[in-house]
């Protein structure tokens, strides 16, 4: 530095001081400026007093000689303690060289430059708070200062800034919240552990509501949670903490809405770091499940973010125990705030203005995959723009429908999707079909071939929820009313009436629910369930096996089972498939003999004594003919004694083989069971059954020496006075009890029964003779 260059009013030897190397002499110097300012306090000279200043910043702090940087610097603090309470006049020359310093590359002199303005500040005390974002900016920098000393030094001038924003009233926080939202997505550690800091202080400060400024720093504020250090992230958890206590004490200020995507992204966050991933997806889910709760039906537009985010973590095992249970509660919370209202808000005006909602493309998947898929990693707010509500007002918030029935379809679709997680998307759809159905029928069509194949989950709680939702489906009033040309387009879903069953079936179906006042009416969607749902079982034959009964059996205690055997009884008739409309049958049969849920089918039957139940019998008959033994069992049932034994007569001409004898050997079994107790009593009573005695001589006469012969032989043999068992007249052979029964065309159905088995008998000629065909084509 040129020592000849006047720098009065500063004298020769104070500027000659300020630039040696020696701390001490650079002291004595400041202290002389010290008393040369208070001179000048004196005489209230600020021209001479800013000249001081400027010389200082200008020759000394900003001066290219290390010594002089130093000197300036002690110069400048020595300005300010001099100019004491006044110094507030004089900050921004003051603070700006000093801040200058704080980038340098000597660690000494950003330690001296953060000690000369920790005496800058300690002067001017709440004077330096319109200059807070310059100090808390420079501040940020030394927090992440590699040089321990500076570090120290920062921290002291740290704990005194904060003192002053404690204990004043006038911060500008909405100048500060910009800085704050910059600077929170630093990597630094000691710079996150600054800023965590900083915010835990203005959220202890009465008069700083910093509540309303929290969508702009949450997102950062969870960048910060998965941070590796664990003092961090305790201390950003302890903040969190503190900003949800005040938020459930004052909800009616808080802004959910703006919020509600920041966490939707955290809950489904993923992190290399499992131990912070969790943290991170633990509090979001916490804070979810307060927001909904607090907030209601403002998060429902958020609803599909929402479940994305919950959904999964429904089927988290015992080691994220927590987040499960969270999860959970969010789910069961969320659904609640569906309503019927739901169903109708949305307008009648729109319907006016524009074409009913079934007729406009739905959202794609693949734009609700881009944005329930947005970035999962470290991203600012600025990102954050999905999911937007279509508004915010809590009185017209809107259910975002089509996007809740994708998520959940989505969620359906994906073979990883954990069981509790399938459980809950269907509990949802079944919800939805009850508090919405008006707008859930426009989704059916893309819902039922999923819903189909659910059907075959391993799950037996995942298949009753899907039965749950079927039946809601098939028994709505809603799907009366939805029809949308679904018979135009039988050729492109899975949900279509083939054109053979449209006329006839739903006639006879009609008729039944209009005659029997106990049969409830089903919808439209009834009979298209039951002919997919058979469909199913034909080209899945495995699920029929293991599943089959049990889906039946549900299905009749969810619906009605004179419903459903009926149709499927319909749609049997027309079965192609010869082998499954036997299989078929037989399946059924046994479940209408067994099953404790048709017991009330099983005594409307078993007499015959109202023209419905003629009606049922007459339609199961023609269906149970594909299965000559379920169909013997049918008259056992029904008590049409005659009849039965009529049949096995003609059993001669059908042929015998393995499975057909096993069949028998089942009746047998079952006429042993509870359910044919009556049957058996009446073989007490000769002279009124004896066709039911012939009947069993007829099956036992058809059994090899099997147990099953042994069983039935036992059993006939316990039929008192043989003599009786001979055949009375025609008119003598009525049974009393039976004289009321309906009339029943028995001559025809055993026409019926013939026409049945000569398709069969043909059939298994024609595998009979490809199969000789293809062996004469090997040996050749």
Not at 26 to 32: G, I, S, T
Not at 103 to 116: I, K, Q, T, W
Not at 427 to 445: G, N, V
Not at 607 to 630: I, K, M
Request: one cysteine or more; aromatic letters at 8%; glycine letters at 4%.
């Amino acid at each position: 530095m040129n020592t000849e260059k006047d720098f009065s009013p500063l004298t020769p030897n104070i500027v000659r001081a300020l630039n040696d190397k020696l701390y001490e002499k650079r002291k004595v110097a400041a202290l002389e400026i010290e008393k040369l300012v208070r001179e000048f306090v004196a005489q209230n000279n600020s021209t001479q007093i800013r000249h001081v200043i400027q010389i200082l910043a200008s020759e000394f702090a900003l001066s290219q000689h290390p010594h002089s940087r130093k000197g300036g610097l002690i110069g400048l603090a020595a300005c300010s303690i001099a100019l004491g309470k006044d110094s507030g006049l004089y900050l921004k020359e003051l603070i700006e060289p000093v801040l200058t310093c704080f980038n340098d590359s000597d660690s000494r002199l950003r330690y001296y430059a953060c000690e000369a303005l920790y005496n800058i500040v300690k002067v001017a005390r709440g004077a330096v708070l319109p200059h807070f974002n310059v100090l808390f900016d420079g501040l940020s920098k030394l927090a992440a200062d590699p040089d321990p000393n500076v570090k120290s030094g920062s921290e002291l001038l740290d704990r005194l800034l904060k003192d002053i924003v404690t204990e004043s009233n006038k911060f500008d926080l909405v100048a500060f919240v910009p800085l704050l939202r910059e600077r929170i997505y630093s990597n630094n550690q000691y710079a996150r552990q600054f800023i965590i800091s900083w915010i835990l202080v203005l959220e202890s400060v009465p008069d700083i509501n910093l509540i309303d400024y929290l969508p702009e720093i949450l997102d950062g504020l969870f960048q910060i949670l998965g941070d590796s250090s664990k003092e961090i992230r305790r201390t950003c958890e302890v903040v969190l903490g503190e900003f949800l206590k005040e938020i459930k004490k004052t909800p009616s200020s808080v802004k959910f809405a703006e919020m509600a995507n920041i966490l939707v992204i955290h809950c489904q966050v993923s992190d290399e770091s499992k131990l912070t991933n969790d943290l991170i997806q633990l509090t979001a889910m916490t804070w979810m499940r307060e927001f909904i709760q607090l907030a209601g039906r403002v998060m429902l537009p958020y609803s599909s973010g929402i479940l994305t985010a919950v959904l999964p973590g429904l089927s988290y095992d015992d080691r994220k125990k927590s987040t499960k249970e969270v999860a959970s509660a969010c789910n069961h919370s969320l659904m609640k705030l569906v309503t019927p209202e739901d169903d109708e808000e949305e307008d009648e005006t729109r319907s006016q203005t524009s074409p009913p909602q079934e007729d406009s493309p739905p959202k794609s998947q693949e734009d609700l995959n881009d944005s329930l898929n947005a970035s999962q990693e470290s991203i600012g707010l600025s990102k954050i723009s999905f999911f937007t509500p279509a508004s915010l007002d809590r009185a017209q918030v809107t259910l975002d429908l089509d996007g809740i029935v994708q998520v959940l379809d989505r969620h359906l679709h994906d073979s990883s999707t954990g069981m509790m997680t399938r459980i809950a998307v269907l509990k949802w759809l079944y919800h939805l079909y009850i508090k919405t159905p008006r707008k859930m029928f426009r989704h059916t069509d893309s819902l039922f071939p999923m819903l189909l194949k659910t059907l075959s989950d391993e799950s037996d709680e995942v298949i009753l929820k899907d039965l749950e939702v079927l039946a809601e489906i098939a028994s709505s009033p809603a799907g009366q009313t939805y029809n949308s040309g679904m018979c135009d387009n039988s050729d492109k879903t899975e949900l279509q009436v083939p054109e053979h069953s449209i006329g006839q079936q739903l006639v006879v179906g009609s008729k039944m629910a209009d005659s029997s006042p106990s049969t409830p009416s089903m919808n439209s969607y009834f009979y298209k369930f039951m002919i997919n749902l058979l469909k199913r079982f034909s080209l899945e034959r495995k699920l029929l096996e293991t599943r089959g009964a049990f889906i039946i059996r549900q299905l009749c205690l969810l619906l009605h089972a004179e419903n459903i055997f009926h149709s499927m009884a319909d749609i049997l008739l027309k079965e192609e498939d010869l082998k499954f409309a036997s299989t078929m049958v037989q399946t059924l049969n046994t479940i209408l003999l067994t099953s404790a849920e048709l017991f009330q089918l099983r005594n409307q039957l078993k007499d015959l004594r109202t023209q419905e139940s003629g009606a049922l019998f007459c339609c199961l008959y023609r269906s149970w003919c594909h299965n000559p033994v379920a169909t013997v069992s049918l008259c056992f049932l029904t008590q049409n004694y005659r009849h039965a034994y009529e049949l096995i007569q003609k059993f001669g001409d059908l042929e015998v083989t393995v499975d057909f004898l096993m069949e028998v050997d089942k009746l047998v079994q079952l006429i042993e069971s509870p359910i044919f107790t009556y049957l058996r009593l009446q073989l007490l009573d000769v002279e009124n059954n004896p066709y039911l005695i012939k009947a069993l001589y007829g099956l036992l006469m058809l059994l090899p020496q099997s147990q099953a012969f042994q069983l039935l032989s036992h059993r006939l043999r316990c039929v008192p006075n043989p003599e009786l068992m001979r055949t009375l007249d025609d008119s003598k052979s009525c049974n009393i009890k039976r004289s009321n029964q309906a009339h029943v065309d028995y001559t025809e159905l055993l026409q019926h029964f013939d026409r049945v088995q000569s398709k069969h008998l043909e059939v298994r000629h024609q595998r009979t003779g490809r199969a000789e065909h293809t062996d004469r084509k090997l040996a050749l």
